[in-house]
């Protein structure tokens, strides 16, 4: 994550030395203890609780602002609130326990991978058609890069049933659930920007803005001649893609061939 807008002026030394504390999801697990240390300050004093709910449900929502990006602003907006309501409903098992979703979610999440895309599945009939854009011949090797849960690598099953298809995921817990689900497929655990793509007909991405120019460096490095790149949602920046369709929900899928795609001119 970038440094933060607000400290503009900064010193260098200062901006490098706070830069580790701006790592996402630090933000938001500092956005979320400071709405809970406001909601049990003003809960003790003569508030009521639902004045104090309220004010430390705005916080949040205010801190929520700083973030550019919109999923991690819900998130942010949503955390004291959905942790609270989860606190109320645990009767009388202690108040953090709220917690253990935290846990759950950097167990499956782990700090590796809090660059890359967040948990986001593949939308069903996302690569629906794909086939007739992107043709490939029976048995091709196909690699969902980053694969979560495996929805993407059950819509690629679909948009070609004859293929191979590999999925990789740097979480281990993931992993293993994405394994069970998919049993079809062949899953690796590890960094999908240090796995080579060379043996592949076509990747798949659903990745980040960010992220997106690292995607079309590692493709143009590694990809051979007539390969596929699909990417849900995110453009290449500077490319111009051999296709582009849109999807229900406000999606788009991004069709890109190697040695054809280049910089619009």
Known sequence: MSASPLLPTAPKGFAAGIAPLMRWPLPALFSWGAAWAVFLFLSRSALSLVAAL????ALGACLALLHSARWRRIMVALGFPLSLLMSGQLGGLPAWIWLLPLALLALAYPSRSWGDAPLFPTPPNALQGLRDLAPLPDGALLLDAGCGLGHGLRELRRAYPQARIEGIEWSGLLAR????RCRWAKIHRGDMWAQCWRPYALVYVFQRPETMVRVWAKACAELPASA???????????QQALASMPLPGGHSLWIYQMGTSQRPG
């Open 177 to 180: 659930v994405v394994a069970w």
């Open 54 to 57: 309220l004010l430390a449900s």
């Open 228 to 238: 596929w790149l699909i990417s849900l949602d995110f453009a290449i920046p500077d």
